[in-house]
């Protein structure tokens, strides 16, 4: 489960906006069970948009900046960008020496 938490500076959140953020963020679920607590920045200056994420996991938190000229397109880039870090952290943590698994 995800708990976002979704802002904006210098732009309203719309509910379009909000459901796309909720839909992006929906597929990180797959890869990571546990309850993700994320906090996302929009952000508007003249041309460019930006979006930010912050994310706490145990023993690691995750911070992510993307700009782009289009909103959803950042949300896109961002969105993937978070799914391949939070698999990344689950293969280190999964492949501890506390799992059992050897490192040979």
Do not use: C, W
Request: hydrophobic share 40%; net charge neutral; proline share 2%.
């Amino acid at each position: 489960m995800m708990n976002i938490q979704i802002t904006g500076h210098k732009i309203s959140i719309t509910p379009s906006i909000r459901e796309y953020i909720l839909q992006k963020f929906a597929k990180i679920q797959r890869h990571y069970s546990q309850v993700i607590d994320a906090h996302v920045v929009l952000e508007v200056n003249k041309l460019i948009n930006k979006i930010e994420i912050t994310t706490h996991l145990p023993k690691k938190d995750l911070h992510i900046e993307v700009e782009h000229s289009d909103m959803y397109a950042a949300i896109d880039i961002i969105a993937d960008k978070m799914d391949r870090q939070i698999i990344r952290y689950k293969e280190i943590h999964s492949d501890s020496i506390h799992s059992g698994k050897s490192l040979v």
